[in-house]
């Protein structure tokens, strides 16, 4: 078959609903600074209603692995998507969203009435993201969703780790990883979260050994995966596997690891931070779709810091300046 996509992501479909707040708002609601929490449909709607208090609250379809696969389309690369939606307005907008940014998607919603998904997504003043997300249909995802023929036309499947909190989904990762390996393609993971990774470390660490060419984590979440403090502690444990990784530094910049050599990648210059959602996303769609162009590793980890760089200097996870522009004046 021809691989006519060069990155499939695999994730949960979400909409996320965006909006500025005073820092008393996290006090009122009872959330955490910078936290990810999972909520029912009763608090999703009930945060949905505060939010709309905000006269800058926006709708986008997004979701971790969405986001970065719709700044890899946003760079000229040809990507797709698998995750599940309801048979609901949300769902449709969710679809919708998805395609008209150039994104494949194919995914058949669920016939089981669960709602789709949605994450209120609270932003500070410092720029921090606080997100409450109310998973919805995602909990129905499994095998049935992952589809021999479109996962072989991928060069590569993006796994992103918020998907793994079931036995239905990790069984549907280990099927979407044995598929493109057996029909050429190749297999990035996103850590995603350091809770997820404390939730799922033995399974990561299996998937990260012997199904995964290519890791993406921030510092933290790396830490988490290897029971340590030190950087190089983690990296030299990795070092022995498989993969090329990809460790997010905030102003630091990043560093790539492969079996010849560390990278050290530079932060892009910002002039000021507004929002940090999708930073990491977007830095995963700059690497990747750098490495689908043919950049070597240096060069496609600073195309991430730029993406990274752009976004965070606007609400919302998705890129709003066109990526030549950004590279003209990185």
């Known amino acids: 078959m021809t691989k006519d996509i060069d990155i499939l992501g695999i994730g949960n479909a979400i909409m996320d609903i965006i909006a500025p707040v005073p820092d008393e708002f996290l006090?009122?609601?009872?959330?955490?600074?910078?936290?990810?929490?999972?909520?029912d449909e009763p608090r999703a709607l009930m945060l949905n209603t505060a939010l709309k208090a905000s006269s800058d609250l926006m709708e986008i379809a997004g979701g971790s692995a969405a986001n970065t696969v719709v700044g890899i389309a946003e760079l000229g690369v040809?990507?797709?998507?698998?995750?599940?939606?309801?048979?609901?307005g949300v769902g449709e907008r969710l679809a919708a969203g998805y395609r008209d940014a150039g994104v494949w998607f194919n995914t058949t919603p669920t016939s089981s009435g669960t709602a789709s998904a949605r994450s209120m997504i609270a932003v500070t003043s410092d720029g921090q993201r606080t997100m409450n997300t109310f998973l919805g249909a995602n909990t129905d995802f499994g095998v049935d969703d992952i589809r021999r023929e479109e996962i072989a036309r991928a060069e590569m499947i993006y796994l992103e780790g918020y998907l793994f909190d079931s036995d239905a989904q990790k069984a549907a990762y280990v099927k979407a990883a044995e598929i493109a390996q057996a029909t050429g393609g190749q297999v990035a993971l996103t850590l995603s979260d350091s809770f997820c990774v404390g939730r799922h470390r033995a399974g990561f660490r299996q998937l990260a050994e012997h199904q995964t060419d290519l890791l993406f984590a921030n510092e933290e979440e790396l830490l988490a995966l290897f029971e340590t403090d030190r950087l190089d502690t983690a990296l030299d444990a990795l070092a022995g596997m498989r993969p090329v990784v990809c460790?997010?530094?905030?102003?630091?910049?990043?560093?790539?690891?492969?079996?010849e050599r560390r990278y050290h990648v530079p932060a892009a210059p910002i002039s000021k931070i507004v929002d940090t959602t999708g930073a990491g996303d977007q830095y995963a769609a700059g690497v990747l779709a750098g490495r689908a162009m043919g950049l070597d590793w240096p060069d496609a980890g600073y195309l991430g810091s730029l993406a990274a760089a752009e976004v965070i200097q606007h609400y919302g996870a998705r890129p709003e300046t066109k990526i030549h522009d950004i590279a003209a004046h990185g």
Do not use: C, F
């Not at 006090?27 to 909520?39: F, K, R």
């Not at 460790?247 to 079996?259: C, F, N, P, Y």
């Open 247 to 259: 460790v997010t530094r905030g102003d630091k910049g990043s560093i790539i690891q492969t079996s």
């Open 78 to 88: 040809h990507s797709g998507y698998i995750g599940k939606i309801g048979r609901d």
């Open 27 to 39: 006090t009122e609601h009872e959330m955490a600074p910078g936290s990810m929490n999972l909520i």
